[in-house]
């Protein structure tokens, strides 16, 4: 089944960098597109980053440009998120997601929280 796990978050500073990574199994990963998103507390989910299957296009939440970047390793079946110049109102559960035969997949998400 379509596994999804996220690692990489943790408690930094504003200004701080982090550089998050979901690590995909049980579907073929190289097919797909993979996003990013985020959920603070009290709003809804919303997108952050999304990157083609080959990785030859990226679109970002206009919060983000410039300050985040997603990439992807087709061969290790994992794709990061580089967070840099982060602000305190980056501070969210990050979730790994792709979509699949209709169907949303996500991980248990990890946690960034900017504070100084």
């Known amino acids: 089944q379509v596994q999804l796990v996220e690692s990489g978050g943790g408690l930094v500073q504003p200004g701080g960098s982090l550089r998050l990574s979901c690590a995909a199994s049980g579907f073929a990963f190289r097919w797909y597109a993979m996003s990013w998103y985020r959920q603070a507390p009290g709003k809804e989910r919303e997108l952050v980053a999304l990157?083609?299957?080959?990785?030859?296009?990226?679109n970002y939440a206009d919060s983000v440009k410039g300050r985040f970047t997603i990439s992807r390793d087709n061969g290790k079946n994992t794709v990061y998120l580089q967070m840099n110049n982060l602000k305190p109102e980056d501070t969210a559960v990050y979730y790994c997601?792709?979509?699949?035969?209709?169907?949303?997949?996500w991980g248990q998400g990890t946690q960034v929280t900017v504070s100084s």
């Open positions: 990157i083609t299957n080959t990785g030859g296009s990226t």
């Open positions: 997601n792709v979509q699949r035969t209709g169907s949303n997949y």
